[in-house]
């Protein structure tokens, strides 16, 4: 259930300070980087992470903590909490779960009983049904409280700096409960139209309620290659929010660019979109390379946000310092790569680039042609993020020539709540040149393999759109060339991995014909029921599926 708002998750932190941490007020003994955004949010808070773990070391010489929560979870609930980039551990999890499900009660019955009376000195009686709604903890405010609590516990030592992902939003999301004593660092990435209706009616609601993580006189990263529009929004916003006059707000706002940090690595690369472009730079190690434009901005504001971060005068870090690592413009390259490796592995299905041998041993003799073939995951899931895919693809498969000269197999799948016409036009529609130098096309030969994602634990209201609806939105969105051939929809991964696998023989042998690239994408749930399927097997997978059908 999404139900926005902070009366219950103050309410319940304050219960956990006074029952768990013996405070009056829930105060956390670490600082918090906080990061809103519709695109790019999770991928800045792995980097960051990565980043901190690496580049800040405590003076005692005991081990750095650097706590991360991001949403949604990919297969286990407990995979969205991290330390030192690594999941808690179920056991960790469930440990401070259940204390903090143990003051749900609390916490509702308080509210119930104030509500009520406020209820009863107005005109307006709640029913039963919007009382519940008022004063139950929703699903995202307990696993929130229960990341701050794993975080603040004492034992073995709790964290020194978390980094922070909103849900939804930012004002009213449940991480922006935090104290602004608790708050080191705000962070806001692309804006898009994400949740229109849910967080306003314009693109100016949606960037305000970002913006509303933003604290008076704590620093705010943008990051600049958002629309000029969407910039001026988020200055005007933070301007009203935070009570300051331009000049304030230009010193504690930094926009930051992804082309000025690979300017600061390889002087005179910039291309003439002036954004980096991937594969042009040789004295880059080879990962670096590769990267998109919005992956260096990704980057980029990760660099910022670590860089910022104990160089404030409001912070009182003096338990933390800077390591050597970052001390030397030539130590960056390295230190990026790392980075970029660290969160391929704890923060997967964002351009995700599974080798050959990526399925689990157990299919490998089931699905040999995909077990040999490159695969692509992503979890685009708005044009935003479909533009990017659509990007790399056409780069991947040499599209940006007049003829495709690699075909590509899509399995794709979305949740309910999004409109599939704008996706399927952003990444299998016939593209506009960019400039004169570029003639974009629709792929020539492109296979679609519509499936579904099974339930997402904890979040009964996340559903698939069903697979006869996406088959006929195709249509409505797309003048496809006649050489795409669109699938039967298929029931779940395990299927669309079969017909891919059929689709993969065709080509086979085939003389002049380059193997396809398998890209799946279009949810970040249906990746997580691809990382199932790799991390258990098919067997046991569909084993899930069935139980989970019932």
């Not at 009660?105 to 919007?130: F, I, N, P, Y």
């Not at 130590?331 to 790569?337: A, H, I």
């Not at 692509?376 to 007049?402: F, I, P, W």
Request: negative net charge; proline residues 6%; charged residues 25%.
């Amino acid at each position: 259930m999404i139900n926005l708002g902070l009366e219950r998750i103050e309410r319940l932190l304050q219960h956990i300070a006074r029952n768990i941490f013996e405070q009056v007020n829930f105060n956390p003994p670490w600082k918090a980087i906080h990061i809103a955004g519709t695109n790019g949010k999770g991928s800045v808070a792995a980097y960051t992470s990565s980043l901190l773990r690496r580049a800040v070391t405590r003076k005692d010489g005991l081990p750095i903590r650097i706590g991360r929560f991001t949403s949604p979870h990919f297969i286990d609930r407990w995979d969205c909490i991290s330390i030192n980039d690594q999941p808690v551990s179920r056991d960790v999890f469930e440990k401070a779960e259940k204390q903090v499900y143990a003051l749900k009660h609390t916490v509702s019955s308080e509210l119930r009983g104030e509500t009520s009376t406020a209820s009863h000195t107005s005109d307006k009686q709640l029913t039963e049904d919007e009382l519940r709604r008022e004063t139950e903890p929703t699903e995202f405010e307990l696993l929130t409280a229960t990341a701050f609590n794993i975080f603040s516990q004492p034992d073995p030592r709790p964290c020194d700096i978390a980094v922070i992902e909103c849900g939804l939003g930012g004002a009213e999301d449940a991480t922006n409960v935090l104290p602004e004593s608790a708050i080191g660092m705000s962070v806001i990435t692309r804006i898009g139209l994400d949740h229109l209706g849910i967080l306003g009616n314009d693109v100016k609601d949606i960037v305000r309620h970002k913006a509303g993580i933003s604290r008076r006189g704590i620093k705010v990263i943008v990051d600049g290659d958002n629309e000029p529009e969407i910039l001026r929004l988020i200055m005007d916003a933070i301007r009203t929010k935070c009570s300051y006059d331009e000049k304030t707000a230009g010193d504690m706002v930094s926009i930051v660019h992804g082309n000025e940090l690979h300017e600061s690595l390889v002087p005179g690369t910039i291309t003439r979109q002036n954004h980096p472009t991937a594969g042009s730079n040789n004295t880059l190690p080879e990962t670096l390379q590769s990267l998109m434009p919005h992956q260096w901005s990704n980057l980029a504001v990760a660099q910022q946000a670590t860089i910022h971060i104990l160089h404030q005068d409001y912070q009182n870090y003096d338990s933390l310092t800077y390591s050597k690592a970052i001390e030397a413009p030539s130590s960056w390259p390295k230190l990026l790569e790392e980075v970029l490796r660290d969160a391929s592995i704890s923060y997967p299905a964002r351009l995700q680039r599974l080798s050959p041998g990526w399925l689990n041993e157990k299919d490998r003799d089931t699905f040999p042609l995909l077990n040999d073939t490159p695969v692509l995951l992503d979890g685009a899931h708005n044009e935003q993020s479909a533009e990017v895919l659509r990007d790399y693809v056409d780069r991947a498969t040499g599209s940006t020539s007049t003829t495709s000269r690699r075909p590509v197999i899509w399995i794709l799948a979305l949740s309910s709540t999004k409109s599939p016409e704008g996706i399927f036009k952003t990444l299998l529609g016939p593209r506009q040149p960019v400039d004169a130098h570029d003639t974009f096309i629709a792929h020539a030969q492109q296979t679609i393999i519509f499936t579904s994602f099974g339930p997402v634990d904890n979040m009964p209201w996340v559903r698939p759109a069903p697979v006869p609806l996406l088959m006929s939105a195709i249509d409505d969105a797309v003048n496809l060339p006649i050489s795409v051939n669109i699938e039967h929809g298929t029931t779940n991964i395990s299927e669309a991995l079969k017909t891919a696998e059929g689709i993969l023989a065709k080509y086979e042998g085939k003389k002049g014909s380059e193997k396809p690239l398998v890209v799946m994408a279009g949810s970040l749930y249906m990746a997580s029921n691809v990382l199932r399927m790799v991390r258990d097997g098919r067997e046991e997978f569909e084993r899930w599926w069935d139980e989970s059908q019932r």
